[in-house]
C-alpha cells in the first residue's frame, strides 16, 4: 500500500511584502460572519450528508452512503457526489442523526459539536459555480472551464465537484465517495488539474502557483482513463451504496444502481490501474492495485441489488488472495483511500452477522469475519503490530507523515464493528485465548478522536476552529489570501504562502495532517506534512465522529442496508461422494 507526500512544489521564491491593511481588515470583518455561522443548525444540505430523505427526524441509526449524487445522472457526466464518510475511496457509514441540543436536554457532547465543524469544510472545498448559501464568505465561483478548455478531452463540462486538499486538484479516485466525475462512455475521468513540478518546471500548474481558486486562469489540463478498475470499481461502490440511502425514491435508485452496474462491468472488462504509466496522478494518489476495489464494490453492489454474482465474486478466494487478506504484512487492517480490504471485511461481517447466508458463501465470509476480529486486535495497545506516540496517537503508517488520516479510519472501523457486536447481541471477540468487550473497541476510537480534539501533549486540536489552540497557519491556497478586489496571480500569491501571518480566512472544521510520530507540530504553512487538510481525510473524521456522537443505546438499524438482498434459503452443500470399499 503505497502512501503519500501531497503538493512538492518548486522553483526560485519571489517575495512581495507589500501587505494590504486593507486586505486584513475586510478579511477580519469576514471572519465575523464566519463565527457567526457556526451557531446555525445545520443546513438541508449538511443534514443529507447524514441522511437518507425521510429521515431526518427519525433518532436511530440510518444506513447512509454518504454520497449525494447530482440529478444530472446517465449519458452525460454524473454531477457531484458529496463526502460525509470515509475516504479513500468510498466507504459507506451506517450513521445516526446529529443530536441537536433542545432546552432541558445536556448540551451536545464534544464529538458532536466536531461534527458540525468538520462538515463545514467541505463547503470550502466546492469547486463550480456555488449555491446561493454556501455559508462561506471568502469563496466564490471558480473554475468555471474545466474540461472546456481541453481540445484532448472527450467529456467537455467538468465543471463543480470537490478541490482536493489545499490546491486546486480534482483527484478523483481519493475522493471518489466525496467527488465523482462520471461518464457512461468508455473514459472517465481521472483527474482535473495538474500538480508536478518535478525537475525544477516553472509552467503554470495547481502546485506551483499560490492562488485562490477563483483566480486561476492558467489552462487545467483533463486526464482521462480507459483501463482503471480501480477507479471505475471505487465509482461504483460510491453509486451502489447511494442507491441504498434513497431506496425512498425508487426512479432515482435504479438509476443509481444502472450506472453501479455499468461502471464495474467496465472495471472488470478494462482491467489496469488509473495511475499507471507514471501519470501525474501517481506522484500524489498511486494505487497499489485494484483487487480490494473488486470486493469492495462487488459487496456494495449485492446490498443494493441482491444478485448473487456480485456476492460470489466478492467472496471469491482468487480476488481476496491478490488483494492481500492472507498475507498480513505492515498494513494489514489500514483503511485508506488505496486500500479498501479492510474496509470490506467489515462490510461482509455485518452480512454475516446478521444474515447468515450459509453455502457457498460461508468459508470465505468467516474467513473475513475471522480476519476482522484479528484487525480490531491489531488496534488494541496491549498488541505490538503498530507503535504508538508516548501521547497515544495510533502510528498506522509507521512514523510516516500525516498520520490523522489512518488513525480516523481505524477509529472509525472499531466503533462500526462493536455497533455490530451489540446489535447482533455479542458482548465481544476473541483476540487468542483472551475475551475483550466491545466498549474497549469504543474505547479506542474515542482516545484517538480525543487526542485529535486536544487531548495530546500539546493540548492543540488538530480540526481548525475546534477549542482555542488550533492551526492558524493551514496550507490551503484560499484560505491564505485575503477576498479582495486584488488579483494576485500564479506567483504573486506566494508572499501570502510565505507570509508568518496567521491565514486571514478561518478553514473551519479542516483536520489538518497532524503530528509527527513524536508528538510534534509544527504549524508552518509551507510543510504540507504538518498542516494540510483533505477531502479523505476529513471524510474520515466525520465517519468517526458520527458514529461516537450521541447515545450509544440508540442502536443501528440490522435490516436497512439490506432492504434490496432477498430471503436467503442457503443452497445445500453437494452430497459426499459414494462410498467405495
Known sequence: ?????????????????????????????????????????????????????????????????????????????????????????????IVKTVPRHHHGHPPPDNYTLALRKALMFFNVQKSGKLPKHNNVSWRGNSCLQDGKSDSSSVIKDLVG?????????????????????????????????????????????????????????????VYECHSCSDLAAEMSAALASASIVFKDNKAYSQKLVHGARTLFKFSRDQRGRYSAGGSDAAKFYNSSSYWDEFIWGGAWLYFATGNSSYLQLA????????????????????LSWDNKLAGAQVLLSRLRLFLSPGYPYEEMLRTFHNQTSIIMCSFLPMFSSFNRTKGGLIQLNHGSPQPL???????????????YLDAADTPGWYCGPNFYSTDVLREFAKTQIDYILGKNPRKM???????NHYPKHVHHRGASIPRSKIKYNCKGGWK??????????????????????????????????????????????????????????????????????PPLFPTPPPPPAPWKP
Not at 437518507?52 to 454524473?78: A, H, M, N
Not at 488520516?405 to 455497533?419: G, M, R
Not at 510534534?520 to 506534512?529: P, S
Request: charged share 20%; aromatic share 12%.
Open 161 to 221: 465537484g470537490y478541490y482536493d486538499a489545499g490546491d486546486a486538484i480534482k483527484f478523483n479516485f481519493p475522493a471518489s465517495f466525496a467527488m465523482t466525475m462520471l461518464s457512461w462512455s468508455t473514459r472517465i475521468a481521472a483527474q482535473v488539474g495538474v500538480g508536478d513540478t518535478s525537475g525544477g518546471s516553472t509552467t503554470p500548474n495547481d502546485h506551483y502557483c499560490w492562488m485562490r481558486p477563483e483566480d486561476i486562469d492558467y489552462e487545467r489540463p
Open 461 to 467: 486540536s488538530y480540526i481548525v476552529g475546534f477549542g
Open 1 to 93: 500500500m503505497s502512501m503519500y507526500g501531497r503538493d512538492p512544489w518548486g522553483g526560485p521564491l519571489e517575495i512581495n511584502t507589500a501587505d494590504s491593511a486593507t486586505d486584513d481588515d475586510r478579511s477580519r470583518n469576514l471572519q465575523d460572519f464566519d463565527r457567526a455561522a457556526l451557531s446555525r443548525p445545520l443546513d438541508e444540505t449538511q443534514q443529507s450528508w447524514l441522511l437518507g430523505p425521510g429521515e431526518q427526524k427519525k433518532k436511530r441509526y440510518v444506513d447512509l452512503g454518504c454520497i449525494i449524487v447530482s440529478r444530472k445522472i446517465f449519458i452525460w457526466t454524473v454531477g457531484t457526489i458529496l463526502v460525509a464518510g470515509l475516504l479513500a475511496g468510498l466507504i459507506t457509514l
Open 496 to 565: 501570502w504562502r510565505d507570509t508568518k501571518k496567521p491565514n486571514p480566512n478561518i478553514l473551519v472544521g479542516a483536520m489538518v495532517a497532524g503530528p509527527d510520530r513524536h508528538d510534534g507540530f509544527h504549524d508552518v504553512r509551507t510543510n504540507y506534512n504538518y498542516t494540510e487538510p483533505t477531502l479523505a481525510g476529513n471524510a474520515g473524521l466525520v465517519a468517526a465522529l458520527v458514529a461516537l456522537s450521541g447515545d450509544k443505546a440508540t442502536g443501528i438499524d440490522k435490516n436497512n442496508i439490506f432492504y434490496a438482498v
Open 405 to 419: 488520516q489512518y488513525a480516523v479510519n481505524a477509529a472509525f472501523l472499531a466503533t462500526l464493528y462493536s455497533d
Open 315 to 334: 467472496t471469491t478466494p482468487g480476488l481476496a488472495k491478490h488483494a492481500g487478506a492472507f498475507w498480513g504484512g505492515p498494513y494489514y487492517g489500514v
